[in-house]
């Protein structure tokens, strides 16, 4: 051990400022240049001092390493140095004394100085200050920069930015906020220090509760790593601020699989301090029209997630496709999304294009486990939102139970969703819940309708309430189905095709109500199960078709719809023909002018499909 | 009387605080509890203290009364006592000595503690404070109260709750807010009583005033004191901070009588201090589709207010049908509505089906009391709105002659009407001003355009505009109805019918311009009347279709066309047949397919109704 | 010069106000009127004083000169008068003595009173203050002035009013802001002085930079003067603080046009100290959907601008219309523009009907200078665009060059354009930016997709990302393009004209995919092109239609569109037909139950029209 006699020398570490030095101690320099008057020594990177040759001992060249005591440090930051010639010295590295507060713990630092590092998640310029929107492994908030009116203070730094800042904490229209007194881009190690430290805080708290399934699944079980991962990336974009849009199919099992996650994630973003505005801000379900994410719905969610970054450099957005997203017709939205590097995650149940998988991050499917349709995307939805927030698992956890009836599972899930929630839905009762929902979706277009939602759903606590809602829903629905028959039956075309099944035909644009539910699917799909039930046993296609579209359902029949699209396409010349779902319930687009003969060649093919 | 030298024992009453007691005063208790250092004695339901058990002089039993003197209020609020035994005293009960501050009066007191009885209006909960909105019988304002960032302060007061209020009067960006220091809901008796004080007083302030009509009329006469609870209601709404909605028929009567409204509605939130912005968001007026409260309106309208409600801590609105919502029609709505116990009310001169009026809080209508549809909904609307507001009367004085003209009135009212603006407006500008107002709904299609409304209403004060715009539109919509006719006219079919009546049937998608000015059903009637004129003191029926629709127009026929429907939709099996109206115009709905079965049906059943 | 010893009789000019008066000082003044206590004294037309009449000397008439000593300024403004007869003095003129600061000055000034001369630019009645936006030749700014709550301060200042505000210099909300302490409108001389100094300073400052075009060109050189009127208006709004609304044609030419100019107005916007959510709040770009300015449009357009007029106070917009606006199918709106007095501009190159530029301020269009429609409204806009601001000219560079290709433009100033960005953008990509840009608008329906555009146009420098979305959405729009082709031409019908040109007709409805790219327009468009090609040298027609109109498109065709469509809806009763276009490119619409006879007499006479 050196003795207490010996001068020490400091060294000063990279990221040390003119707050680590003192005047009276001696440091470790470097020469970096000479002027008429003295000599330029560098401390570290940040730091450099003038010796006035009136305290120059000997000569150096420039970048020579010298021993220097810091005489003074001027108001301006100037700081004079004497050369020293220490015979024995030890050396010591001067770390950087910073306390660093973290985000979370910003309300009891109200009006006091701060430091924190983070990194950046917004960057707004307002006409007055720059507001930096700052996230570290604790939480997020706000830090005010100005400079002048509307100009953009610190404009080196960037989005994604490890930043150290210091300033005052205060409370501005009852938002904590730092005011910034400096702010400095972290570089080189210490940035990498920073960002590794928060990323490994972030990652360890985005990693999802190790809770059990609802029900005892294999499929599910297996499914549990992938669930994890996209519970992962959801919890880490809340933590981080990053905008959520969730896409899902409009229908009772896609809106039971985006509800469960959203009612995990708000409440998720409300535990983090966001109120509820902010929240739905930064939280978008928007149930999509088709049953894949359209070019429409990505042009759209890209010319608004542009726009916010543009206005108010927020983060772009994480996609969730929940109940669509995992077939080649999601391929040219999804192409889309990747040119502005939008992170995109699908929690599907439809057979999967392995091509999907080139897009997104994760896809959670039970195609990928050995399963099939019939674990729905409620079931895995609300099985990725407890992991998400386990705290909301109890308000969801009839969900899957629903979204099993309303798509029609033969999954044993079904069965067992539904035995875990009996005491307090029966299976009717799933199934008028299922029914409210396309119901009442039909009427709200493609608005998410929250609220209402919500109370379909029984996840408001008033049970009378939405006792009533199903009550009258379901009797509204009903009353227009019946409707709809009363005009469609006596329409029906019945033919027998050479391979024994009847064939049902109907145009369910002139034979039916327009505009109004049910729509010309699932009048196709309702004219179907009646007539099913009238020849029991026996081979049953339907097809209902309008000017330039064919809905095809079927029983018994063993079809492969997308090859029969897929040769129809190659035989109608100028037919225009697409279409394709699964193999034995799916629909298929024309030309308006070509409908005779691509009906007449769709149903040829029928006639060939070998019957059960 | 009392001695003079009795000791006063003061008891205090229920509601009363720590400001209420005072130092070396005797007070009756009741004995709480006890600990090793003294016993704490009861005050009233919200104050105890200690007597140390120095200061005690006898002992007790738990609940047993007891005298006490207040020896010392400490800064945190204990109160140190000591027992007395007074021999001779007289009791007096302490009542609250709170100056209550009225609403009103609040910027008077800016910089000011206050105290406020009232009721909760609105809870909103920001990422800072809580923001209730209070109203008491004088006005509505707000009062921020915060525990901790983004925590719901005092939740145990919810909307409706009867609260004691105490803070400081602060002006706040603009705005006038209370800072609250302490909020209690009120319960039991004084709940009851600033409850009942509030209702009485808001209740008296609702009161429409006593004004005549405009002009003499024994229908509306006879309809006054139900315009009086509409007007009534509507007042309590504002003072309440109540949302309005109001739906309304989108044709110039309807538009008449929901202008009427809102003229009255704005001026009076202005007047209650509401700024332009506020006054907005508080009343909507939304024309609709269909001559109806369309499912998808309440399905809108339930989505928007539900959403307010949570985010906002919003009331439930008040809605207002006007010019549509007697009719069963209106049911699928009305039964959405009371699921969500949204109050409404119905002016309306169309035949009203009794049922509505299970659903409705208060119904104006002249059937009621024997008048017809000739006195219109623009006469109602203007006259309720004179009783929300009689400051509005000069301003919308004209436009009952408006909506008189506009719906083709044949009541004696219509030219009472008239007469009152004769010396402003002729009756050709009435007819003028309607059929703008017609024409330029056109292409607002759904939009308010309220201010363009209010131009062509001369609600603006600005005439030589008024009068300009008006010359345009006219020439616009003549110009366009004339187009039409020219490619409409050379189409229409003429039959003579068994009864003698003439037909004429033309259809009005193939033979005329499709989404333009008029539309269809305008079209027809613009038809018949140029074949009315071409065939003098006959019969004529004028049968305007498209594919799935007809729109019957009908001169000097008997016919009971909601009969006729009835009798078709049981007659013709799949033809989806709906539909309805008055006796003699109306409309009726098929499917496309059955189009031709429709009107073959309708047609013989014209040609069996008596004529005239 | 006169003696020191004279007295100096001080004259008052028109504007002085009580601080411009001292005690001790004499005055001129003139007797206003008499009470039983003493005369009234009219210092000037705003000052008023009182001779007590103990202080008078002599007696005077009304209106009779008066030499006064100001004795006493009392607090509440009342100015105590004595008369003096003074036998030797000199007459001095006071001037209001007032430092007037400029807008463009005030962030010096935060915390010190000021005065300012300006004119009112909008007046926002919030439930506070009234706020006055204020206008100088220096810049504008906001001015905060308080009553009471919610009341309107200084009713009789107006929109456009000239005012001298003085106040203090606060910042609110990172926002500069005048706290008024006095506002006068000025009146008489002042208000022209200063009008006529804002107005000469706006003006000048308005006067565009005097900078080369980007090529060499005849009608762009004939043009400048309309260019620079142009650029000069768009200039005083923005200095104005005038919205200003930009409606386009949505193609790649109507598109680059606005953009060029969107880029030039926001960065200006910038400069003036708005930040981006004001800019893009004063500043509209709106795609229209018709060629023309349609009547839903401007109904919109009005119904936005009214109400913000009316809730903010806000200054009724600019209309600028590009690449559309010059015919008469434009007339309606603008008749329905004027009414409100809304200033308009057209920048086109479509062939202009002389009637529009009595409803237009300003109007760029190559054929007043005998150009043609090759010079694209895209070149013009970019020009104007340099005009309006130089500094965003290299930005905006290759935009001539994309609209050129994109409106497959034959005049000379194409290649100039392709040319001078030879380095940076080939022929084939500028073709390839078109057609992205064509494809994405269609899936942004009428949005502007303002990001996403500037990407495709490739404004935001990242050049990587640029190619990259090219190369995708030019992929996709071929394979769509292909897709529709391989659909439509197979039912072409060919045929031989009487003039031996060919003419080929497809139902482009019911034999091509609907409501997806190409559309019908474009879709008959390329399939003339690949017929075209098919027939090189021969005259080729293409007729396109669809249930109630016709898109044609021609080669070696010697038709007058217009012409042949005014004798088809004279000779075709009950047709309905309108239409118009260039003279061999054009569409015609009809109603649908006329389509056989109105297609074969539009074929009929095409069939006689000359051939190359």
């Given at each position: 051990m050196a003795n207490q006699e010996d001068t020490i020398i400091y060294s000063l570490g990279p990221n040390c400022g003119i707050g680590e030095i003192e005047e009276g101690k001696t440091y470790a320099g470097t020469v970096q240049g000479f002027a008429n008057f003295g000599t330029f020594v560098q401390l570290n990177a940040r730091l450099k001092g003038l010796i006035h040759k009136s305290n120059m001992v000997q000569e150096h060249q420039e970048r020579e390493q010298i021993f220097v005591k810091v005489i003074n440090i001027r108001n301006n930051g100037n700081i004079d140095l004497a050369e020293v010639l220490p015979r024995v010295y030890r050396l010591e590295t001067v770390t950087r004394q910073v306390r660093v507060t973290k985000m979370g713990d910003l309300s009891s630092q109200v009006g006091r100085s701060v430091t924190l590092e983070a990194s950046v998640a917004q960057i707004k310029q307002t006409s007055g200050p720059t507001i930096f929107t700052l996230v570290d492994e604790s939480g997020s908030g706000n830090a005010a920069a100005f400079i002048e009116a509307g100009v953009r203070a610190?404009?080196?730094?960037?989005?994604g930015s490890t930043v150290m800042v210091s300033g005052e904490v205060m409370r501005r229209q009852n938002q904590l906020q730092i005011e910034v007194s400096s702010m400095e881009a972290l570089t080189g190690e210490d940035a990498q220090r920073v960002h590794d430290r928060i990323e490994a805080a972030l990652d360890a708290r985005a990693e999802p509760a190790d809770i059990p399934l609802l029900i005892e699944s294999d499929v599910l079980e297996r499914l549990r790593p992938a669930m994890r991962t996209v519970a992962k990336m959801i919890r880490r974009a809340v933590f981080e601020a990053q905008p959520i849009i969730l896409r899902h199919h409009a229908d009772a099992d896609g809106i039971s699989a985006a509800v469960a996650v959203e009612q995990a994630v708000i409440a998720l973003m409300r535990e983090e301090g966001d109120d509820l505005d902010t929240a739905y801000y930064l939280f978008k379900r928007s149930p999509s029209k088709a049953p894949f994410y359209e070019i429409e719905d990505i042009t759209r969610d890209l010319d608004f997630a542009l726009k916010d970054h543009e206005r108010f450099g927020q983060k772009m957005p994480l996609i969730v496709l929940m109940d669509?997203?995992?077939?080649?017709?999601d391929l040219p939205s999804m192409k889309m999304a990747r040119i502005y590097s939008l992170p995109m995650i699908v929690v599907d149940h439809h057979h999967p294009d392995a091509i999907v998988d080139e897009y997104v991050i994760a896809h959670v499917n039970p195609y990928h486990v050995g399963g099939d349709f019939g674990v729905t995307a409620g079931m895995l939805g609300t099985e990725v939102a407890r992991l998400i927030n386990p705290k909301v698992s109890d308000a969801i956890r009839h969900l899957p139970a629903v979204a099993g009836v309303g798509d029609r599972s033969e999954a044993p899930e079904r069965q067992r969703y539904l035995d875990l929630i009996a005491e307090d839905y029966s299976e009717q009762e799933c199934k008028d819940i299922a029914l409210a929902l396309d119901y009442e979706q039909f009427w709200l277009?493609?608005?998410?309708g929250r609220e209402l939602i919500k109370d379909i759903l029984n996840l408001k606590g008033n049970r009378d309430l939405h006792k009533n809602l199903i009550g009258l829903l379901v009797e509204s629905a009903n009353a227009a189905i019946e409707e709809q028959m009363a005009a469609s039956m006596p329409h029906v075309v019945e033919e027998r095709l050479p391979n024994g099944a009847y064939l049902f035909r109907i145009d369910v644009e002139i034979f039916a109500h327009r505009f109004t539910f049910p729509p010309p699917g699932k009048t196709s799909g309702e004219i179907h199960d009646r007539l099913c039930r009238q020849h029991p046993g026996e081979p049953v296609v339907t097809l209902g078709f309008g000017p330039d579209f064919a809905v095809l359902r079927s029983r018994g029949v063993l079809m492969n719809i997308p090859r029969m699209v897929r040769e129809l396409h190659d035989e109608i010349t100028g037919g225009g023909i697409s279409g394709g779902g699964h193999l034995v319930v799916g629909s298929i687009k024309f030309v308006e002018g070509m409908r005779e003969a691509s009906l007449n060649g769709l149903i040829e093919k029928i006639g060939q499909a070998p019957v059960e």
């Open positions: 610190y404009p080196e730094i960037e989005l669509n997203g995992s077939t080649e017709e277009r493609f608005n998410d």
